[in-house]
């Protein structure tokens, strides 16, 4: 029942992209020497001109690039993002390893984390001792209060998870919230879908529960799986869908200690509570209703053996990357090799590069911006968040269906988004945890319930605005509804990001449809529901409400008959947010664009293409990506956002200019016709 460490309602999107930001120094005509990607900003021998734009943008633009590209052997995806991943994690090792850091505490943490995780004969050598006081815990267990007591001790698992988040109907203060959790495999579906493909993952889930048991010496390990397995079908057929779960007005009920014990008095929220620290909380978000009180039910019939092997596998499982290699070897085995399809484990030093990102990633991130941030990089962007807030102001007041009590609204909105550029202005002090370079369980352990007991410190206080849901080192930006907030952490501007040598219709295309998109969220199917300071409040005249999910209701039916694999279409409704934010971002920044072209004056042909060529094709090859069949079915199945060609081909077929820019016409498989377009923004 413990530590939920990103906001439920956060609304933080991922994005990946290729491309750089509003460059006026560029010369009038585009070119510049020294930039990285082509000759202006875009790889030209990574399209496909055999392919006809208006039948498959996606190909047009990265065909070529996708049939040559051979995804790694260690990855689920090939990407111009993996591009700047790779020399981000040689940065950050180089940092951690960095043996000048020693003599301060924060490197001297680093360096010993660092160590702990890279000690494999250590690991080996100790084998599962360290897991021996955690499953201890387990064997005491006598009574099902116990048993709750268990669910709030570090690491382990419980079907209702809690966490912390601004409160959404008073965002200046934090509130706790439960949702529904417990399962091992990706979600639900996993469980309850029919097909040979699903009853293979069910099959090899139940072998790999038996062999981390049996590996770490537990008895009787296949009717324990049988058990385990049966626990969480039934906690998967209670749970809500993704789609569901995403559903602002469905998820947000507080409730009282009074309500929290109709709804599910076997959990004894008292008791839980106080142990989580959270004793004076009068209030408490139950976000998935029905399924937090199925859990209860279960609770009290399932036998207490079986929440006990449940507590004892999920802890092992949880904690298999940090165990001998045999455990860490099934992890991946099921994880990635039979979920995913990934063939090879990744190299050591790379996964630890990952895991100290996680634990200790604001401290690598204050060393990161210092050697690989130029603070001119912040003013660059900046100017171009204001130009694609400018250019959506626009648009805003020329929309015909919004009227003009809604419109005040969400020009409001707009003007009180905050950006945030590069690096936090304070960090996180880590010199809590105590960091053993023998013990690499317990220092992930440790990290965890310090992450926990951080966001407790901060409950009884006004809701901290400095913070970030991302580390400088991340190559990432999202949207925070609950704060009203866009973030860009400093990774994510440089190339293939952030060029500024680029041509600026490539600049528009790639980080500039980024930047909308993140804006686009404060005003997509649930990011419209919160106002201009971040609380939930319903600020649209019924008619303006009606003709915008008129809208959304036609874009999501459309991204719904794509269907990436066999079987499994798009799910519209998980992903409209995410569609919405692509949709708009790329209306918004094109024009910024043709404001830019409007100032600058119309901008010539580079190798015999024209600036709005240049613009989308940017935009497409943002996309560059190519992914395996096993991630690609998670991804469908759990992610509210879309493939990454679809991404390309389900926006530009509903924007005019990009007709017009590639002389798409009837009979073409992405044509739509002017009436069947959507046009939200």
């Given at each position: 029942m413990r530590r939920r460490?990103?906001?439920?309602?956060?609304?933080?999107?991922?994005?990946?992209?290729?491309?750089?930001?509003?460059?006026?120094?560029?010369?009038?005509?585009?070119q510049s020497s020294g930039v990285r990607y082509g000759e202006w900003g875009v790889a030209l021998d990574a399209r496909d001109t055999a392919v006809t734009p208006g039948d498959d943008?996606?190909?047009?633009?990265?065909?070529?690039?996708?049939?040559?590209?051979?995804?790694?052997?260690?990855?689920?995806l090939a990407s111009v993002w993996m591009v700047l991943q790779d020399e981000v994690e040689l940065q950050t090792r180089a940092i951690i390893e960095d043996p000048s850091q020693s003599s301060d505490p924060s490197g001297k943490q680093l360096a010993d984390f660092w160590a702990s995780w890279m000690d494999e004969p250590g690991i080996e050598a100790r084998g599962t001792k360290p897991l021996r006081s955690h499953l201890n815990e387990v064997a005491a267990v006598r009574t099902r209060d116990d048993l709750l007591r268990l669910f709030t001790e570090p690491g382990f698992t419980s079907p209702v998870q809690i966490g912390i988040i601004p409160d959404p109907s008073k965002?200046?203060?934090?509130?706790?919230?439960?949702?529904?959790?417990?399962?091992?495999?990706?979600?639900?579906?996993?469980?309850?879908?029919?097909?040979?493909?699903?009853?293979?993952?069910?099959?090899?889930?139940?072998?790999?529960?038996?062999?981390?048991?049996?590996?770490?010496?537990?008895?009787?390990?296949?009717?324990k799986a049988d058990a385990i397995v049966r626990l969480e079908t039934d906690l998967a057929k209670s749970h809500w869908t993704p789609e569901r779960s995403r559903n602002i007005k469905e998820i947000y009920n507080p409730m009282d200690r009074q309500q929290?014990?109709?709804?599910?008095?076997?959990?004894?929220?008292?008791?839980?509570?106080?142990?989580?620290?959270?004793?004076?909380?009068?209030?408490?978000?139950?976000?998935?209703?029905?399924?937090?009180?199925?859990?209860?039910?279960?609770?009290?019939?399932?036998?207490l053996e079986t929440w006990k092997d449940y507590s004892a596998y999920h802890f092992i499982r949880a904690h298999a990357p940090y165990l001998p290699k045999a455990f860490d070897q099934a992890h991946f085995d099921f994880f990635s090799k039979m979920l995913r399809d990934?063939?090879?484990?990744?190299?050591?030093?790379?996964?630890?590069?990952?895991?100290?990102?996680?634990?200790?990633?604001?401290?690598?991130?204050?060393?990161?911006?210092?050697?690989?941030?130029?603070?001119?990089s912040s003013r660059r962007m900046n100017e171009l968040i204001n130009d694609l807030r400018s250019a959506f102001a626009e648009r805003l007041g020329a929309l015909d269906w919004m009227d003009e009590s809604t419109r005040k609204e969400a020009l409001a909105k707009l003007d009180a988004f905050e950006p945030r550029v590069g690096h936090p202005v304070k960090y996180i002090d880590?010199?809590?945890?105590?960091?053993?370079?023998?013990?690499?369980?317990?220092?992930?352990?440790?990290?965890?319930?310090?992450?926990?007991?951080?966001?407790?410190?901060?409950?009884?206080?006004?809701?901290?605005?400095?913070?970030?849901?991302?580390?400088?080192?991340?190559?990432?930006?999202?949207?925070?509804?609950?704060?009203n907030q866009i973030t860009f952490p400093a990774a994510i501007l440089q190339p293939p990001f952030f060029d500024p040598k680029a041509d600026p219709a490539v600049n528009y295309g790639a980080i500039g449809a980024v930047i909308g998109h993140e804006i686009g969220h404060g005003f997509d199917d649930q990011g419209r529901q919160f106002d201009a300071?971040?609380?939930?409040?319903?600020?649209?005249?019924?008619?303006?409400?009606t003709k915008f999910r008129d809208r959304t209701a036609r874009l999501g039916a459309q991204y719904s008959q794509f269907q990436p694999l066999p079987g499994v279409n798009v799910n519209g409704e998980l992903t409209m947010g995410e569609n919405i934010g692509d949709l708009g971002g790329v209306e918004m920044a094109y024009a910024a664009y043709r404001r830019f072209?409007?100032?600058?004056?119309?901008?010539?042909?580079?190798?015999?293409?024209?600036?709005?060529?240049?613009?989308?094709?940017?935009?497409?090859?943002?996309?560059?990506?190519?992914?395996?069949?096993?991630?690609?079915?998670?991804?469908?199945?759990?992610?509210?956002?879309?493939?990454?060609?679809?991404?390309?081909?389900?926006?530009?077929?509903?924007?005019?200019?990009?007709?017009?820019?590639?002389?798409?016409?009837?009979?073409?498989?992405?044509?739509?016709?002017?009436?069947?377009?959507?046009?939200?923004?």
């Open positions: 460490d990103v906001g439920l309602l956060a609304a933080a999107v991922l994005l990946t992209g290729s491309g750089s930001a509003l460059l006026n120094r560029v010369a009038a005509e585009g943008f996606f190909r047009h633009a990265n065909g070529a690039w996708y049939d040559k590209t051979e995804i790694p052997a260690d990855r689920p965002p200046d203060r934090y509130i706790a919230f439960a949702t529904q959790s417990g399962l091992g495999m990706p979600n639900r579906d996993y469980y309850l879908r029919e097909g040979e493909k699903y009853d293979a993952f069910r099959k090899a889930y139940r072998d790999y529960v038996v062999r981390v048991q049996t590996l770490a010496a537990i008895p009787d390990a296949a009717a929290l014990a109709a709804l599910a008095p076997e959990f004894d929220w008292t008791t839980l509570l106080d142990r989580l620290g959270l004793g004076r909380v009068p209030t408490v978000v139950a976000a998935e209703t029905s399924a937090i009180a199925d859990a209860g039910k279960m609770l009290a019939s399932v036998p990934v063939p090879q484990q990744r190299e050591r030093w790379k996964r630890g590069v990952q895991l100290l990102n996680q634990q200790l990633g604001e401290a690598i991130g204050k060393l990161y911006v210092a050697r690989h941030y130029p603070p001119e880590y010199s809590p945890i105590s960091v053993d370079r023998h013990d690499i369980l317990g220092n992930v352990v440790r990290a965890n319930d310090f992450a926990w007991k951080l966001q407790v410190s901060r409950l009884a206080g006004p809701v901290d605005r400095s913070l970030w849901l991302m580390t400088p080192q991340t190559i990432d930006a999202y949207y925070n509804a609950l704060t300071t971040g609380k939930i409040r319903d600020w649209w005249t019924v008619d303006s409400a072209v409007r100032r600058t004056g119309q901008a010539p042909a580079l190798t015999g293409l024209t600036g709005d060529q240049r613009f989308f094709l940017a935009y497409a090859q943002a996309w560059r990506q190519k992914m395996r069949d096993g991630r690609l079915r998670e991804l469908l199945l759990t992610d509210p956002h879309s493939p990454a060609a679809i991404r390309v081909n389900g926006v530009v077929r509903n924007i005019d200019a990009w007709y017009t820019a590639f002389d798409v016409k009837p009979g073409e498989k992405l044509y739509l016709p002017p009436e069947q377009r959507v046009r939200i923004w």
